[in-house]
């Protein structure tokens, strides 16, 4: 008789005990996908806040949902965007590069690198990376118009690239007339020639000069020169992603 009180109070325990658990008990083998949804979850959060433009909150919690592996590099990838609209371009540069690695034909990471590249002071780095690309591309507009400015961004770039630039520049003006900074790039093409004519001028006239008039002349046209290559550039920032 106490025998089967005992497994009365045992049972009647254990319905108590159910009834007051909020959620079912687990099921043998099934952590494994409550640990995946955690990490779903960790993704989701990330993305809502990505969405409300809190790219410091959303990287903390894309960090602790690439701990999965099936989704490791959908949130690496928005890690990395978070980094591109929160300007650390440093980081946003290494890890375009390691997405680039696993994916080297992609135009598209290889212009989103191009762009973190001019925007982290790699300029020639990425003349160089538009250039490969126009190989592959060679009439696509951003392309054109984003190697232009680059190489205008400074004299040292267009003395350095002129030939391909003037080569790039017909290309531009002859699909791409339109092109709402074509007229911008223009003015800074002749504004820049015309330094490089003007240096030059100067350089055979100080060479040629034996006279205190000439060597005063060629002082002047340097100071010009100075004042000219002070006038503001296209500067990386110009460049549309």
Not at 62 to 91: E, P
């Amino acid at each position: 008789m106490k025998k089967h009180f005992f497994r009365f109070l045992i049972l009647f325990s254990l319905v108590i005990n159910i009834s007051c658990v909020s959620k079912p008990l687990p099921i043998p083998g099934d952590r494994g996908r409550t640990i995946r949804n955690i990490y779903i979850e960790y993704m989701n959060i990330g993305n809502k806040y990505f969405s409300l433009e809190e790219y410091k909150n959303a990287s903390e919690y894309y960090k602790l949902a690439m701990q999965n592996r099936k989704i490791y590099w959908a949130c690496y990838y928005k890690l990395a965007l978070c980094y591109v609209y929160s300007s650390d371009w440093t980081n946003a540069e290494l890890m375009y590069k390691s997405m680039l690695k696993r994916d080297p034909e992609n135009s598209s990471l290889q212009a989103s690198l191009a762009y973190i590249y001019s925007m982290n002071g790699n300029v020639s780095q990425a003349i160089k990376l538009y250039s490969q690309m126009l190989q592959v591309q060679p009439n696509n507009e951003s392309y054109l118009q984003n190697y232009l400015i680059l190489i205008l961004s400074d004299k040292k770039y267009f003395k350095k690239y002129r030939t391909s630039f003037e080569e790039v520049y017909e290309r531009m003006n002859e699909f791409y007339p339109e092109n709402s900074k074509l007229n911008r790039i223009t003015e800074k093409y002749k504004e820049l020639a015309d330094i490089k004519e003007s240096s030059e001028e100067s350089s055979e006239s100080a060479e040629s000069s034996e006279t205190a008039e000439g060597e005063e002349t060629a002082e002047n046209e340097e100071v010009e020169n100075e004042d000219i290559s002070g006038s503001e550039p296209y500067l990386p920032e110009d460049i549309q992603q």
